[in-house]
């Protein structure tokens, strides 16, 4: 995957999907033709950042599957009132830029403040943020 998206969200759901490799657009000519090289030889690429997310994510054991529903109490606490908006937007169902229009921040920032309230509730995906957000809903 050739992206300019380095976002934890990006990154898993393109491996989950059978990315071999995950470069982002400013990659050097010769770093696209050396990944090009290893795929052709069967190999994955991932540039040493996204090595690193992949590993922590594995290393993780809060990450597990029940992780969200054990986190969504404690956790929900440590976030900010900017990230509680954003949050609240995605179980609205609301993309980025739609996120980015509401609160009129660039997109970027979304990504951001998405990426960090996914590591803050253990999450891997905005589904299971939704659903984190929907069962905390159903509790209150």
Do not use: C, W
């Not at 994510?57 to 054990?70: E, H, I, K, L, S």
């Not at 109490?73 to 949050?87: F, G, I, Y």
């Not at 993309?95 to 970027?108: D, F, T, V, W, Y």
């Amino acid at each position: 995957m050739l992206t300019t998206l380095d976002d934890d969200e990006t990154l898993f759901e393109a491996v989950r999907a059978g990315a071999q490799a995950y470069l982002l657009k400013d990659a050097s000519e010769e770093e696209l033709l050396e990944t090009i090289r290893a795929l052709r030889r069967g190999e994955s690429r991932l540039t040493p950042r996204m090595a690193r997310k992949v590993m922590d994510q594995f290393r993780n054991p809060a990450r597990g599957r029940d992780a969200p529903a054990r986190a969504a109490n404690s956790a929900s606490e440590a976030l900010t009132n900017k990230e509680e908006q954003v949050l609240g937007l995605i179980t609205d169902g609301a993309s980025n830029r739609e996120i980015a229009r509401a609160m009129a921040l660039a997109e970027g920032a979304i990504k951001n403040h998405v990426s960090r309230i996914m590591d803050k509730l253990h999450a891997n995906t905005r589904t299971e943020l939704a659903i984190q957000m929907k069962r905390q809903q159903r509790g209150a």
